[in-house]
């Protein structure tokens, strides 16, 4: 799957998660929505394995149910992130509303990348 359907396939999942989740929010406009898009692929590519490697131990013991909470994780440091450079994305509480909205971006991702031809 190319760079550019990757990206529109996070902007969707973001944006369904903003759109679904209470507490998750997006104020800004469309192109701070593609930078933060950037920003949560450039944390998922370079901070998440470095975080899923240090909670290997708890992944194992959980049969990867830490693996939630790692994306978690990953998603409020895009919201830091966000936040610091005044982008627009927030979020209430830290543990439920992330975590609700990581579970949204991911299961949405996945169904995109079913649907979406990968270009093979």
Known sequence: MGFLIRFLVS?????VAVWWIDGFTFDG???QFLIVTLIMGVVNAIVKPIIKLFSLPLIILTLGL??????????????WLSDSMD??????????????AAIVISVVAWLLEVILPDGD
């Open 66 to 79: 830490f693996l939630l909470v790692t994306n978690a994780l990953a998603l409020q440091l895009t919201v």
């Open 29 to 31: 406009e469309w192109w």
């Open 87 to 100: 982008l627009g994305l927030a979020s209430e509480g830290f543990f439920w509303t992330t975590f609700l």
């Open 11 to 15: 902007a969707a999942a973001l944006w």
